[in-house]
């Protein structure tokens, strides 16, 4: 009995074995499908339409997503480059025309030969006197005193209103009037004398009165220091002839002046020491 079933089981493995050879050379055919066949593979090919759509959709809605994120990143990256480019490109400017502003500085004091300079930074303008004062850090202890005159590598730009141990209050020239008037010349082949004792505030010039109403006076000549008000030193450039016209009473006439250093912008100065105070002063500490 055991070797009849395991015959039978031999037999029916052969028999599957021919049937499956059968079945596959069957489909080989280059045959026309019977209607099973093709209902089959036309609701397996729309089955598999209906779910490659929506699967390929959802693929492609996260394939998106991760690109915006790197997007943003990105973005993001590149905006901090740009903050830190334009933060350095200030960073630069501002490094060059402190440079600048140096190297012309030293070019003066290396052109002061007839007084002593003494180089200053601003470190205060308070805002609502934006026009009249600044402060300096330079002081009584580093021979810093009253009324001297402070300039820029472009020209005057004030003098000294008060002097402390280790800071000086600065009066600009645009803060100038009667009681702090300046002696100054009109640069020609015969100079001119007068007096700035003003500011124009719409023009931004500065007033240069007394002036001989006979005197010959020109655009774009030069307005310098005369010296001869005992505290300047002569010849420190204010500025350059912008308009001339009588004064109110049509005695002398009137002179604007537009002046050579921007006084709205003024970081490094420096105050000028006469050499003739500097020379006294020695003579009064040797007796």
Known sequence: MPQFFLNKRLILLL??????????????????LTWPEQFLKDTTGFVQLIFHKPAQLVAGFFENINDIK???????????????????????????KENENLRALLHKTESLRDFIPIQATVIGRNPERWRET??????????????????????????????SQFTSTVQLLSALDQNSRISAYVQGKENVFGLIEGYDEKRRELLLKEIPFDAKVKKKQKVLTSGLGGIFPKGLPIGEVTKVEPDQYGLTKVVYVKPAANLYDVDDVIIVKRKIDETLQEKEEAE
């Open 15 to 32: 028999v599957s074995m021919i049937v499956l050879v059968a079945l596959i050379g069957f489909s080989l055919k280059d045959r026309q």
């Open 70 to 96: 790197n997007t943003y990143k990105e973005n993001k990256l590149l905006k901090e480059r740009l903050e830190e480019y334009v933060t350095l490109e200030a960073q630069v400017q501002t490094l060059k």
């Open 134 to 163: 600044i402060i300096v850090n330079k002081g009584e202890q580093h021979g810093v005193k009253k009324d001297m005159a402070v300039i820029t590598p472009e020209g005057l730009v004030g003098k000294v209103q008060h002097a």
